[in-house]
């Protein structure tokens, strides 16, 4: 069993900077795609971006695209959300995910699910 462990979130001003972390335990974690996805007030959770196991490719959704970069440690079991340039837009319960057979933006395709973290951010 893989437990995802998120942190990092909190309440930032528009335009502020955030690193969200995510360690992994259990299970083999340098085979596994990891994404990320938030989930806002009223709202269906949203895929943010996407690792592949070795880090050499991400992918993000257009809103995000220029602004927040994934990166991972193998070494650490740990997957990275830096967050720049925040907007209110950007407030929701942050979750990472963990993919056995290689992520993508379409949710059923993770196997594991982080609890989340909540990013605030003020205009």
């Known amino acids: 069993q893989v437990h995802l462990a998120e942190s990092g979130g909190g309440l930032v001003q528009a335009g502020g900077s955030l690193r969200l972390s995510c360690a992994a335990s259990?299970?083999?974690?340098?085979?596994?795609?990891m994404g990320w996805f938030r989930q806002a007030p009223g709202k269906e959770r949203e895929f943010v971006g996407s690792?592949?196991?070795?880090?050499?490719?991400?992918s993000y959704v257009d809103s995000v695209k220029g602004r927040f970069v994934i990166s991972r440690d193998n070494a650490k079991n740990t997957v990275y959300l830096q967050m720049n340039n925040l907007k209110p837009e950007d407030t929701a319960v942050y979750y990472c995910?963990?993919?056995?057979?290689?992520?993508?933006?379409?949710?059923?395709?993770?196997?594991?699910w982080g609890q989340g973290t909540q990013v605030t951010v003020s205009s």
């Open positions: 995910a963990a993919a056995v057979r290689g992520g993508s933006a379409w949710i059923p395709r993770y196997d594991y």
């Open positions: 259990g299970g083999t974690f340098s085979s596994y795609g």
């Open positions: 690792i592949t196991s070795s880090g050499g490719r991400t």
